[in-house]
């Protein structure tokens, strides 16, 4: 395990119609976890060898005071304790954030943009504006930091602009990543019906891109080649259509503690009873290592009509962040 995904924050300020209902309850915040507490947790996941951290959410941008996170962890860069302290992001914030994040030590972000049409951006987002987050990636790309591009592949609404955005990306010098909808929570539509296989798509972008395999591995689920006329990265996550769980390092925090071994399971472990109980900063290490001796070998997705209503994992994307 050397990947820690830390979800900040369940909230948003997009509906993204895959991730979330319109109307969504939020969790109290009296079980979120303040700051200093995510840090405390992230820190303790640092001394046990995780090189990596993605913060996530929800939004990551809109939990308050989080330039307050980030600047800590971003210590952990400068004493070379951490390679990588990375974000997803719708891009809302991004033209406020930018310039903070790289000087905090971010270099390569993930933004989730997945059409290049506003009236689409807006009725996939709900709440979104196309602009702002276009003025987002030019001031994230201005201040050095390095973006790939994620994009859920959805039946009716973007499949037929993908070509498109691989050429958008690739001008800009963004790497590109697909990705097929994974059954997370319910949400107000039927998921059977918006479903696209990945392996369709990558077979019709062939036809008219050179797609070059390489061993580029992040150890995540992520197959990724080459577009030879770009020159950048495209990437295709497909949880579905294959179980990509062997190679898998990582270990997901959720805003209220919970530690998730996977993101397609249930199986959690509690490290905010822990850190709130008496000695909790000590006890913390003995329970990571409990959890992390449970991860497991592979998920429990399927989408199709009879599970249209009950998802395999209840709790929705934004909870772990993806
Ligand atoms: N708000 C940030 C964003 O949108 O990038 C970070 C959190 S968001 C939950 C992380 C990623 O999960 C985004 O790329 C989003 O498109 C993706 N996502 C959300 N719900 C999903 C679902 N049901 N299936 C597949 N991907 C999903
Ligand atoms: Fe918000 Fe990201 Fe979910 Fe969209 S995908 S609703 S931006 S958390």
Known sequence: MSYLRVSVTDRCDFRCTYCMAENMTFLPKKDVLSLEELEAITA??????????????????????????????????????????????????????????????????????????????????????????????????????????????????????????????????????????????????????????????????????????????????????????TGQKLGFITPLSHNFCESCNRVRLTCTGMLYMCLGQNDNADLKEVIRSEGGLEKLDAAIDEAIGRKPKGHDFVIDRKHDNKPAVARHMSVTGG
């Open 44 to 229: 303790a996941f640092i001394r046990k060898g995780v090189k990596k951290v993605r913060l996530t959410g929800g939004e990551p941008l809109v939990r308050k005071g989080i330039m307050e996170l980030i600047n800590s962890l971003g210590r952990y860069i400068d004493s070379g304790e951490l390679q990588e302290l990375t974000l997803t992001s719708n891009g809302s914030q991004l033209e406020k954030y930018a310039k903070d994040l790289y000087a905090a030590g971010m270099r390569r972000i993930n933004v989730s943009m997945d059409t290049l049409d506003p009236h689409m951006f807006k009725l996939i987002t709900r709440w979104g504006d196309l602009d702002k987050v276009m003025r987002g990636l030019d001031a994230a790309q201005e201040a050095g930091l390095k973006i790939k591009l994620n994009a859920v592949a959805v039946k009716g609404v973007n499949d037929h602009e993908l070509d498109r955005m691989v050429e958008w990306a690739g001008a800009r010098e963004m790497d590109l990543t697909f990705i097929e909808t994974m059954p997370m929570g319910t949400i107000d539509e039927l998921r059977s019906e918006k479903f696209l296989s990945l392996e369709t798509i990558k077979q019709q972008l062939s036809e008219n891109w050179t797609l070059e395999s390489t061993d580029y591995k992040t150890g995540g689920p992520a197959d990724y080649v080459t577009v030879k006329e």
